[in-house]
């Protein structure tokens, strides 16, 4: 990890950060991904990140589309992807030509943004059907594409066509999980991740194998009502720590 400027206890904080964050991400099915990248952009900044997460993201999710598979709705997962995907591979893209600045503020920009969709959806009552989840998915693949745990944004449409917290982890980690795919493909072909950027994502990957089952455990004991709440407190966490790599990067 020389070339990324990590001695062997850098290396192992954030191992041991990538456990602890998926957690959280087996617990909630979000955020994880976004706390973990928020660590790792403060310690080898936010345009290397996000690529080292997304190799990061795949293990993770793929671990826990695996544990929580009879849970998912597949039909549903697959109709968002296929909205979603050329978007996706287009956000992919355009990230190469983005500043540090302009990543971390788009990354709190969106999470801002997921407060009032959320709200909105809630007090509407509303229900997803093909348009809406139409353009939720379209919206969540081009941000997808550029950022770390934009299924805040996709949250909200998932939400809505009344599905329960256990759908709700399974199906996110399902669509995700090809998301990631999709946009490691892209980072590759582009040059955006390098050999050792890709190795750092699997190790961290790797860390978070046993943080899932830990995770999954908590999302059992937990109700729907204290699971939204503690999206919303990390989300709240996380807008403040992007807008100080934001002020940093400048």
Not at 1 to 25: C, R
Not at 104 to 109: N, V
Not at 216 to 235: C, E, F, G, V
Request: aromatic share 8%; glycine share 10%; charged share 10%.
């Amino acid at each position: 990890m020389e070339a990324l400027q990590l001695d062997l206890i850098g290396l192992a904080f954030i191992l041991f950060a990538g456990f602890i964050t998926a957690v959280l991400h087996g617990a909630t099915g979000m955020a994880g991904g976004l706390v973990m990248a928020a660590v790792l952009s403060l310690m080898i900044g936010v345009k290397a990140a996000i690529p080292a997460m997304t190799v990061a993201l795949i293990i993770s999710h793929g671990t826990r589309a695996w544990l929580n598979f009879k849970s998912a709705d597949i039909a549903l997962a697959t109709r968002v992807l296929l909205y979603a995907a050329p978007g996706i591979a287009l956000g992919s893209w355009l990230f190469g030509y983005l500043s540090e600045t302009a990543v971390a503020l788009i990354m709190a920009g969106f999470l801002i943004a997921s407060f009032p969709i959320k709200r909105y959806t809630n007090t509407k009552n509303i229900r997803a059907n093909n348009l809406v989840l139409g353009l939720g998915s379209g919206l969540w693949g081009l941000l997808a594409g550029n950022v770390v745990g934009p299924g805040f944004v996709l949250a909200p449409f998932l939400q809505a066509t009344g599905m329960n917290r256990h759908t709700f982890v399974a199906t996110l980690a399902c669509i995700v999980l090809f998301m990631n795919a999709v946009k490691t493909g892209v980072f590759l072909t582009t040059g955006l991740s390098t050999q050792n950027l890709v190795l750092l994502g699997v190790l961290i990957g790797l860390a978070t194998i046993p943080g899932n089952y830990v995770g999954r455990a908590i999302l059992r004991r937990m109700t729907d009502r204290d699971h939204t709440k503690l999206i919303d407190l990390m989300t709240v966490l996380i807008i403040f720590n992007f807008l100080y790599i934001a002020l940093q990067a400048r």
